[in-house]
């Protein structure tokens, strides 16, 4: 059995005992998600929801990218005996004021995903799970340089002979925290790494891939054949534009990865993500390891719901409140570690 296989399995059943002094009290617990449709969010539903001890009850709200609305449902739900609420902020400026309405009603937080403003957390009842979105940046970095090796000047995929990657980013947010973060770090990081890096353009598409065949098609109509790089903050963006290069006749499902006329590298891991990399359309991505944040949340609320110690708790917890998973990088070459049916393990 390959090492990332039973790494999952033992996740899977991490996550199954995790709630397990929860079950006895009969736990209410209520997520709340920022948009069901972003890919990353939904795959990591289903691995809690898959993985729910039956003795809990639990309740998901979709937002619709709408932060009334989530306030609204966060509201209707705070005097329904609730244990705890879990929740992926449309608006992380909103967390705050988020945190005090719960801190009225006794109700711990845990938010996902999106990371609040640090205020929102130090000194409440009140946590972050997710990845370092710096770290996610600078490893996609790393995937290209990878690639490219110890000179891209000279190398096939230095079109115009100049000695710099030309490069365009598909950026999920404008002002988003991740958004920023990644976008900053992975050029950074490609030019801490000894690239000369001249970045073309920045496109916003709100991590969506509808939105990101918009963004390829206008990038790709303003810089064609000029482009020798795109970074996409998230698989969904990262597709979207493979959509287009499809449509555009500029990628081809017969051409290997190291054949299309120029490298994408994104970020999530999700399935169609990984399914993209297997067809040699995206070069690499991160991943934003859905299935472990999954299990540091189930855990993480039975410390808060069984009022356990924190002195033991398996997960290192920065400044008492943020719990940071790192990810791997993903290409063809560990491909097959990470391409994982999760119902063999629920």
């Known amino acids: ?46 691995h809690i929801i898959a993985n729910m001890p039956s003795g809990v009850t639990f309740e998901v709200r979709d937002a619709g990218n709408s932060q009334s609305v989530q306030n609204r449902q966060i509201v209707e739900l705070i005097d329904e005996g609730f244990d705890l609420f879990v929740i992926n902020a449309v608006d992380r400026l909103a967390s705050g004021s988020i945190v005090a309405k719960c801190e009225k009603n006794g109700i711990p937080v845990i938010f996902f995903n999106r990371e609040p403003l640090e205020d929102a957390l130090i000194g409440r009842n009140a946590f972050y799970v997710g990845a370092a979105a710096d770290s996610l940046g600078k490893k996609q970095a790393e995937i290209v340089a990878a690639l490219f090796g110890d000179s891209f000047a000279g190398s096939r995929y ?30 950074g990081r490609l030019r801490e790494l000894g690239f000369g890096v001249d970045v073309l353009a920045i496109e916003v598409a709100d991590w969506n891939r509808r939105n990101g065949y918009e963004a390829m098609r206008h990038l790709y109509g303003q810089y064609g054949d000029s482009i020798e790089l795109v970074f996409s903050n998230n698989d969904d963006m990262a597709l979207g534009a493979i959509d287009y290069l499809l449509d ?62 924190f002195d033991n708790f398996p997960f290192p917890i920065i400044n008492g409140h943020y719990i940071y998973i790192d990810g791997d990088t993903i290409t063809l070459e560990n491909l097959g570690d990470h391409i994982i049916n999760w119902s063999k393990y629920n």
């Open 248 to 309: 555009a006749d500029v990628f081809s499902l017969n051409r290997t990865v190291y054949e299309q006329p120029f490298v994408i590298a994104s970020v999530d891991g999700t399935m169609v993500g990984l399914e993209a990399i297997k067809k040699n359309l995206l070069y690499g991505t991160v991943n934003n390891d859905s299935v472990e944040q999954a299990g540091a949340i189930f855990t993480l609320a039975d410390y808060i719901i069984s009022g356990k110690s």
């Open 1 to 46: 059995m390959k090492k990332k296989a039973f790494l999952y399995i033992l996740i899977a059943c991490f996550m199954l005992c995790a709630l397990s002094g929860c079950r006895q009290s009969g736990a209410k617990i209520a997520f709340f998600l920022y948009d069901e449709n972003d890919t990353f969010i939904a795959e990591m539903m289903e």
């Open 158 to 187: 230095d079109k115009n002979s100049d000695g710099a990657v030309q490069l365009v980013i598909l950026k999920g947010e404008q002002g988003h925290q991740d958004a920023e973060k990644r976008t900053d770090n992975c050029i």
